[in-house]
């Protein structure tokens, strides 16, 4: 019998079988060892979306408990301009309480030193007192605090300058030993920098979660298919791995529909096809086409013939196609380079080392070039 579909397409699922991050594990564990021999050096995790962000914070909670330590998983929803720091580090303060277990204190007792009502100025009191009075509801040397998706907090960023002042006093770092790790996507967190200062020179140890690489991806695929009494061709987990080049969300997601296309237990390049093309309507829903509302006309011009071409082209090379052969058209070319450089700020193209402009994702250029 076959088993049903063990992939994990959503977001915020962990996998099945969870794939690589050796480096990024050891990283943890060795931010884990310095917090218990010396202070805590907290970590964050910056990465685009779909990258496995949520997924490594919850391998780095097993990790720690593992480890006989208590940690605790926060997920940050977003929040709007009429909220204030304090409903933010309240939300965080009820998720920390909620998720730490045997806690000597009751949950109301410890968010009592927590009082909505008090104003805004008092959130970083409020705060301290919450911690060094969980600190005391608790006997481990260690406690581990994992924020996920920062970026949500981007219309009360300066929730995260009160973590940070917080976190610097020195009554924490005497009397308590946290270790935070945050996660947010990196646009979003160059600007809280750019907005806090401090924050930046704070929360100085990164980590940048990226592709999985060709290995991780074929064993991942292979481990997750383990009894499910279907096989994929050695032909499709290439394939899979040079259409996503390991992006875990895509992997996932195409492996999904390879899997739903099996005949007789068996996935050839007979399912390819369909599968490439749901895959690629799905991801129009979830994120491609969100990202290209934000191109003009203009820009879209210049994004496709990234898309056709396949490679890394110059403002020159642009700007030469737009005026000679099969792409030209009448255009402003003087204006190429503003055109190339806000299709960069908006994360939709890359420009590399050499000054010379990409799109990065090949699903995302399959999707641009279909839209022709
Ligand atoms: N290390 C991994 N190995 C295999 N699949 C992964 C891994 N990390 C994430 N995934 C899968 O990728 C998708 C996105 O992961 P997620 O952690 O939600 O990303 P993010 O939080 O960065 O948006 C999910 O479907 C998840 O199951
Ligand atoms: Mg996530």
Known sequence: MIKPNPFTPQSGWEPRVFGGREKESSVFERSLEDALALRPNHLLLLGEWGIGKTSLLKQFKRITQERGLPAC???????SGKDRPLDA??????????????????????????SRKKSLVHAQTQFTTFLLELWQAQDAKLVVILLDDLQNLSSVSNTIDILRAVLSKEDIIKKTRF????????????????????????????????????????????????????????????????????????????????????????????????????????????????????????????????????????IKDLRTMMIVGRYAKKFPIANIKNFLYRLEEKGIIDRNKNGYFDIPDRMFREFVSRRN
């Not at 998983?73 to 929040?79: E, G, L, M, V, Y």
């Not at 939300?91 to 030193?113: C, N, Q, R, T, Y």
């Not at 390049?269 to 309507?281: E, G, P, Q, V, Y």
């Open 179 to 314: 270790l935070f790790i945050l996660s947010s996507t990196p646009n979003d967190w160059s600007v809280f920098i750019d907005k806090h200062d401090p924050v930046g020179r704070f929360f100085r140890s990164r980590l940048n979660v990226g592709n999985l690489d060709k290995t991780d991806v074929v064993t991942t695929v292979d481990r997750t298919l383990e009894d499910t009494g279907v096989t994929f061709d050695n032909d499709i987990k290439e394939r899979i791995f040079d259409h996503t080049n390991g992006h875990p969300y895509e992997v996932q997601l195409l492996a999904s529909h390879l899997y739903n296309g099996q005949i007789g237990g068996r996935v050839d390049n007979d399912s390819w096809d369909n599968a490439l093309n749901n895959t690629l309507k799905e991801l129009g829903k979830d994120y491609f086409n969100t990202l290209l509302s934000k191109a003009s006309d203009r820009e879209m011009d210049l994004l496709r013939i990234l898309a056709e071409e396949k490679r890394p082209l110059s």
């Open 89 to 114: 580090l309240h939300l965080i303060a009820e998720e920390v309480v909620m998720g730490l277990p045997g806690l000597k204190a009751s949950p109301a007792k410890l968010l009592d030193s927590f």
């Open 73 to 79: 998983f926060c997920s940050i929803s977003r929040f």
